[in-house]
Antibody, heavy 130, light 113 residues
């Protein structure tokens, strides 16, 4: 059974930093593309960023609101995904979810794009407040 | 601000059918990008409901179905049940913005009356 458990959330002042972790189990983490998605209070879901497997180059990409401030990394030996958040703003207040992002194919063998976020953790709350 | 537009809310009585729309443009759904749908009960992990426009992951009841046409997609729920009350999100990709742009619709709150 796929399990994703986020941790590290808490209260931080604007301009501060915080690091989140996501412990993964139940699948081959080394081969997995992973992502972070967040939900601000009373708002919808927002994609934060993704990281490819090291086999696929370990490429990272980020949503415009967090680019240059957030960094996603992974430790395949620990089956753990990380999100380092710097220069935090009040608008970064949200529940942060860790997700897997697997390839899915249609009947002709073509993969769907974008890929879906297929498994999600329960989330961890980050509050940025003076 | 989402470029995928969903109605903020829909409602229906148990047993009825509802449809949730996800309207995009020529730079996202209309460009051929696939659409996925999620169900989110507050306080829980979101759940993948429909992938690849029309496919259901194992375990998702066939009361849930997806479709896509032109610049829009839809999620249909037949035979509404009380436990279907949740927020629903569509997801796709937008190529009009610089960078890498996975994006969600604004979400639709389904109320089962």
């Amino acid at each position: 059974e796929v399990q994703l458990v986020e941790s590290g959330g808490g209260l931080v002042k604007p301009g501060g930093s915080l690091g989140l972790s996501c412990a993964a189990s139940g699948f081959t983490f080394t081969n997995a593309r992973m992502s972070w998605v967040r939900q601000a209070p009373g708002k919808g879901l927002e994609w934060v960023g993704r990281i490819e497997s090291k086999t696929d180059g370990g490429t990272t990409d980020y949503a415009a609101p967090v680019k240059g401030r957030f960094t996603i990394s992974r430790d395949d030996s620990q089956n753990t995904l990380y999100l380092q958040m710097n220069s935090l703003k009040t608008e970064d207040t949200a529940v942060y979810y860790c997700t897997t992002v697997n390839d899915y194919y249609d009947r002709n063998g073509n993969y769907y794009y974008p890929q879906p976020f297929d498994y999600w953790g329960q989330g961890t709350l980050v509050t940025v407040s003076p | 601000q989402s470029v995928l537009t969903q109605p903020p809310s829909v409602s229906g009585a148990p047993g009825q059918n509802v449809t949730i729309s996800c309207t995009g443009s020529s730079s996202d759904i209309g460009a051929g990008y696939d659409v996925h749908w999620y169900q989110h009960l507050p306080g829980t992990a979101p759940k993948l409901l429909i992938f690849g426009n029309t496919d259901r992951p194992s375990g998702v009841p066939d009361r849930f179905s997806g479709s896509k046409s032109g610049t829009s997609a839809s999620l249909a729920i037949t035979g509404l049940q009380v436990e279907d009350e949740a927020d629903y999100y569509c997801q796709s990709y937008d190529n009009s913005l610089s960078g890498f742009n996975w994006m969600f619709g604004g979400g639709t709150k389904l109320t089962v009356l």
